[in-house]
């Protein structure tokens, strides 16, 4: 079963159209992930897909309610503990546990701890946890390992593989090998944009976000 459906999309950065094209589909306890050199667009991609900004053209397609979505920030509280961060995203979601973030992130015993305690590493274990308590289905990740060494990578790993064996689904941009036999790649560089025509005029979108970082 599809999850997320994502047909003909084009997407922009600064304006200017950076992939064009972009056709896929990612089904229940399946994950994909996002390969390209660097800058050519898959924290643009993702934020699309998770609608922090509009595509330029194509469609989006997924239950309603259904994505989480993780960026480079932790999204963190640094006055809250471990715990109360994880409980504030709970309510958010309105979910009622949060006792398996902690066991499978390996939190529990910095429960009661504030989050600007906290090193980088478990700073971002927490973060990720965050996903463990939305209930959502669909999990788009942007470089979710950062600062991670090799256990919390591989508690990570072991979290996307739970995650897909009861239906869940991942899209991720990583250039770790998370040893995910579910996960397919993607590799967008056939869909870089082309550039615009020397003289050729702007749309819509280039004269409201030009000069823009989105």
Known sequence: M???????LTVS???????????????????????????????T??????GLQPPLAGSISMPGEAMAYAAHADGLKATLSVRENLRFWAAIYETDTID???????LRGLAGRAAHSL???????????RL????????????????LDAASVALFASAVRAH????????????????????EVLDIAP??????????HKGAFDHDFDGAFL
Not at 120 to 126: F, T, Y
């Open 119 to 129: 090193s980088a590493g478990q700073k971002r274990r927490l973060g990720l946890a």
């Open 164 to 183: 897909l064996a009861t239906g869940g689904a991942a899209l991720m941009a990583t250039h770790i090998d998370l040893g995910l036999e579910e996960a």
């Open 191 to 200: 869909f870089k944009a082309r550039p615009p025509e020397e003289g050729g």
């Open 45 to 50: 991609l993702l934020r699309t897909l998770a």
């Open 132 to 147: 463990l308590v939305t209930g959502r289905p669909i999990w788009v990740l942007d470089e979710p390992t950062v600062s």
């Open 100 to 106: 398996h973030a902690l066991d499978q992130m390996n």
């Open 2 to 8: 599809s999850l997320l459906s994502v047909e003909n």
């Open 13 to 43: 950065r600064g304006g200017l159209a950076v992939l064009e094209g972009v056709t896929f589909s990612l089904h229940a306890g399946r994950a994909l992930v996002l390969r390209g050199p660097n800058g050519i667009g898959k924290t």
